[in-house]
């Protein structure tokens, strides 16, 4: 018994050896973690751009697309850097306003949407408070200047692409020379356009006791001209000879709480919804979604102007803000900013049905035959089968691929720059039961069919080292349709 104990000892000793080194063996020779992630970036990537290329566009039929209202100056930031310049400290009480009438209140809105990174813009009543912020962001090292308003924004991407664009906005002189030439500008002239002050911050910055969880911005305003829609008269006479094959209305933010006189922001909303009316019936009309926190502007442009668009496009906070007045409910300040897939689905879905069926029991409006909501981590686009929105696999590749090409600055994108946080697979719904569909990296975009309509789910690389995000979901939304007219 003593032998055979021994002659066990010995094989067990050396078989524990041999695992050893066949542990170690394994452990070098496996590929690299970073390699390994690399690999399926370049995948992804690779896969996202062969289906942006699907559906391009003809230099012999460039798209027509006509786009109002109004532009501004961004002044781009570090928006902590620019506050502690003022002297603002951080604020112990979070909390959301409206408007903005002095520096307690701005500090306090900072500090509640700086957390959750969320996206938010708001007017400043105060003039000399705006002013005083936008001379000392002109003094910060490292500030830039470039085109801004939701029209513009989408004019420029859109003329990018290769369409001929009729844009609506008052402008200086100075700025309508900077714009693309495919860029037609009908408007009034004005000798100072409207300044925006965008306050860009990256995820993980701090200012105070507060930590962002996402890079984003928080954008003050204090317009002149755009809450008025000047450039709406000369727009529609223009309009008439452009033959435009869709119409694209933005901007309408601005007119959030703006002092306006009583009667007269639902006048111009009026005359906004009869422009609409007398546009062609072939012709698509897509309404770009904002931060919007007044309630009795979002329930006229819910009366007037939403019934006449067959497209919206909006962002993961601007969905369930919109549904909840959809369900007779009140504004929704803040959201998560990192939703999942199947909650958006379910959030698009129900928006669908929701317009829809107000729209065939009005017995007017046209029908919402498209959706498009982009998110940090994926894009989805809802289009009606057999409406005149094609493309949409490309049209959802090239809304995904766009987001890291704006965010990074750069049109080539950078997989040293870039990370996936969209899971593995992700669930069509909430609803227990639900269908899962794995993230493949040679097939990037998931598309199905669903009762009357068509859904696609692309996934975003994210940007790592962000140049902007401001003016991103103008750019996304501009680049998913350009592909669908």
Known sequence: MAVEFGNSAVV??????????MVLLAYWLRPPVRDTLDGRLDTVLSSLL?????AGLSDFARPRVAIGFGGCVDIIVDGVTLLNKVGLEPSSQPLHHDYIENAEQLAQSFAYFFPPGAASERFVMNDTLFSQLVEASRE??????????NAAV???RMALEGCEVLLGADFSPELTDVLPQQITVV???VEEPDIHLILEYPSGATWGQYTSKRAN????HSDDHNPYLASMEAFERKLKDFHPDLLVVGGMQMMDNFPFRKGEREALLDRLAQLLDSSSPGMGVHFEMASFVDEGLLSELLRLVLPRADSLGMNEQELPNLLSLLRGGSVTLLSDPNPR???VLDQMRELYRLVNRQRRDSGSGRPLTRVHVHTLAFQAIIVTRGSQWKNTMSATA???LTANRHVCGSPDINLSKAKLILDESFSVSRREGSQRIPLQETRPVSCWHEDDYEVCVAPVLVCTEVYQTAGGGDNISAAGLVLQI
Do not use: D, H, Q
């Not at 067990?12 to 080194?21: A, D, H, M, N, R």
């Not at 910060?140 to 308003?149: H, I």
């Not at 911005?217 to 003050?220: A, S, Y």
């Open 398 to 400: 090239k809304a995904s």
């Open 341 to 343: 897939v199947a909650t």
């Open 217 to 220: 911005r928080f954008i003050v």
């Open 140 to 149: 910060l090292p490292g500030n830039r200047w470039s085109l801004g308003g």
């Open 154 to 156: 989408m004019a420029s």
């Open 187 to 189: 408007g009034n002239v």
């Open 50 to 54: 062969r289906a942006e290329r699907k």
């Open 12 to 21: 067990i000793k050396y078989g524990t050896v041999l695992s050893f080194v």
